[in-house]
């Protein structure tokens, strides 16, 4: 019987493909079905990577809350306020006529952070990111009522703590005169304002909102 030892290239192989045989066997034993926490839309069953429709990671991640004084700060997205948000949104000079079902739709595929007082929403904001390298901060606010109190700062401190956005190489948002609250969480002006590039349509929301209105001419606003 040949066991490989008069021929030491040949018999390292043979015991490599036994071993693989080996493990092969003991894996197709023990049925794994394991879910990757990192990649939400796979599932990795005996090493083999299988996309499955599942929801995002924004929509299946359990709610984070925060307290500061009476008031409470959540990323449940149920408790969210489209008829605030879309409120403030659809009037505030970089989303002006932006329409609910935008609004929706941006809050639906964003992670969202809520502050509430009791049950009335007094503040938003929201991130776009890839939770592993990059995040982009959107729609900022606090209702008029509640400025001044320090809330802008704690919504800013509780998005750059969140668990989900540790670890990431850039973080970016455009802000008109907010610099300074910014500032207090380490943003900066670009480095390399050369390096950047965007695709900026300014009237989107107005034309949008007149094409549908066009198609429907019995909804009135
Ligand atoms: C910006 C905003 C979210 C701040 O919320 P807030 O609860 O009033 O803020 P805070 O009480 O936590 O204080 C904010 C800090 O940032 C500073 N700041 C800098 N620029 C500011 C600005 N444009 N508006 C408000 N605060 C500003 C304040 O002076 C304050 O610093 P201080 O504590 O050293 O005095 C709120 O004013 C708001 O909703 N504004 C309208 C919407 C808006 O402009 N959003 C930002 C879009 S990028």
Redesign the pocket.
Known sequence: MDDGRSRPWGGKLIAKSRMLRRTLLRRARTPVLQIMPSANCQLLIYNRVVPVAMPPATQSEPAIEYRKDEFVLSTDRERLHLDVINGFLTE???AKGISREIVARSIENSLCFGIYDRNQQV?FARVISDFATYAYIAD?????T??????????MQCIMQHPRLQGLRRWS??????????A?SGFTAPKWPEVYMERYDEDIYQRLDSHQQARSPEITK
């Open positions: 505030c000079y970089w503040g900022v606010f606090v209702l008029d509640y400025r001044g109190r320090g809330l802008g700062k704690w919504l948002l455009v802000t008109d005169d907010a610099h300074g609250l910014y207090k």
